[in-house]
């Protein structure tokens, strides 16, 4: 699969947050996005992931605007306790998504007690964790990681993301990740785009 921004623009009232980007992402792709904050590297995020619609230009899914329904782009959040039900326990957060399979679960870490908590039970690394093996469903094909790692340590963010490099390759998947990291941004990408200056 191949998403796409073309001549993409977006505006908050009368303020453009940028205007005529262009960004494509095709499988097994690994594309880091960095600029300076505020620039509008989340809101790019979720006019690609199909949240948001652009105010100008178009974001294509396969040549097509993003459609409702199962979406094979997924979204992994900065801050993790913002994407779960704070009523479920984890093992309900998880089956919603898919039945996660053991290696998964062994290769994010997530352990066999966590399932009964509730998310304000876990730390925000631990729930990260649930929310990357939720975005990994078998049906995904673009991953869209807005600092997904800003939060971790580096043994665990290497971790993390040695998993999703592997899980990229195996299945071709392509990867969108927003990053204030360089060191990171240049191990682990095959492109990197810096956003225009706002
Ligand atoms: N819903 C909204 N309503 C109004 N303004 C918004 C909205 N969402 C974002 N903005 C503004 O748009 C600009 C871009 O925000 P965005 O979060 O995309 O930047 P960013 O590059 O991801 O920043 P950071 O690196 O700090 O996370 C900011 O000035 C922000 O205040």
Redo the contacts with the bound molecule.
């Keep these: 699969m191949r998403i796409e921004a073309v001549k993409a623009g977006q505006r908050?009232?009368d303020r453009w947050?940028f205007r005529g980007l262009g960004l494509a992402v095709g499988p097994g792709e690994v594309v880091a996005l960095t600029?300076p904050?505020?620039?509008?590297?989340?809101?790019?995020c979720r006019l690609m992931a199909g949240y948001e619609k652009p105010a100008e230009g178009r974001i294509l899914w396969d040549g097509r605007p993003p459609a409702p329904g199962f979406a094979p782009v997924q979204m992994i959040f900065q801050h993790p306790e913002t994407s779960v039900n704070p009523r479920w326990r984890m093992k309900r957060v998880l089956e919603e998504a898919w039945d996660v399979d053991e290696r998964t679960l062994e290769a994010l870490g997530i352990e066999a007690a966590w399932m009964d908590r509730f998310p304000g039970e876990l730390s925000g690394g631990e729930l990260q964790r649930f929310c990357i093996a939720r975005a990994l469903h078998p049906g995904t094909r673009i991953l869209i990681a807005d600092?997904m790692s800003a939060m971790l340590d580096a043994v665990t963010q290497a971790q993390l993301w040695a998993f999703m490099l592997e899980e990229a390759k195996r299945r071709e998947l392509g990867i969108l990740a927003?990053t204030?990291d360089a060191a990171l941004a240049r191990r682990v990408m095959t492109r990197q785009v810096p956003?225009p200056e706002p």
């Design positions: 908050y009232g947050v600029g904050s505020g620039c509008g590297k989340s809101t790019l600092e927003v204030h956003f």
